[in-house]
């Protein structure tokens, strides 16, 4: 007997789906794109270099959900701008740096700081912040302006357009973590090279 199973369905990553949807309900449309690592064009396209480009800690949702942290940082009107208005070519525009303390302290109200921590190299300020998201952080500069920006733009993120959106996919992913976390103990990868834990294991003060 011949038969051709039909495909009727693509499995997706649990997390993928929260975040692609967030990103669809917020105006976003996401598409891979090898020659880039992350970048939006001002109409609503963000585009994300392709997973074998990307560190093993990558993740689709921390990409979309760090890029939601620059447009909440930066402004609703950013939406329109490309790079949500940041020059790429110049020198570390200081509203990076508010916008890892903006994602810091939302990462705090559920314990998702290290799980939905930045990948790339400015992680080395978000490992420095303490605590309090908005504490001091000693020999950085431009820390005058970067936390009441911050703060700012904390209380933006709690209001329209994102706030109830984004806080649905926050506690989304807390909820998938909680859900993982009594398997941890005993996983394996199936790739016998592979020694890294899983990421579902990232405590908020790991």
Do not use: K
């Not at 799980?115 to 431009?142: I, N, Q």
């Amino acid at each position: 007997m011949d038969y051709v199973r039909p495909i009727q369905s693509r499995y997706v990553d649990p997390l993928e789906v929260v975040w692609l949807a967030t990103a669809r309900r917020l105006g976003l449309h996401i598409r891979r794109n090898p020659a880039i690592f992350s970048a939006t064009d001002g109409t609503g396209l963000l585009e994300l270099g392709p997973r074998d480009t990307l560190d093993p800690d990558d993740t689709l949702a921390q990409m979309v959900y760090h890029e939601l942290c620059h447009w909440i940082t930066n402004g609703v009107d950013t939406f329109h701008e490309r790079d949500w208005g940041f020059a790429l070519d110049s020198e570390l525009d200081w509203r990076e740096h508010a916008c890892l303390r903006l994602q810091a302290a939302l990462n705090d109200e559920h314990g998702l700081r290290e799980m939905l921590a930045p990948t790339s190299g400015f992680r080395a300020y978000y490992d420095a912040l303490p605590a309090d998201a908005f504490g001091a952080v000693e020999g950085w500069p431009h820390e005058d302006l970067i936390v009441p920006f911050a703060r700012e733009a904390f209380a933006r993120a709690h209001g329209q357009p994102w706030g109830d959106t984004l806080q649905a996919a926050l506690r989304a992913t807390a909820a998938l973590q909680g859900a993982v976390a009594p398997f941890l103990g005993d996983y394996a990868s199936e790739r016998g090279d592979d020694t890294l834990p899983s990421l579902w294991g990232r405590s908020p003060s790991a």
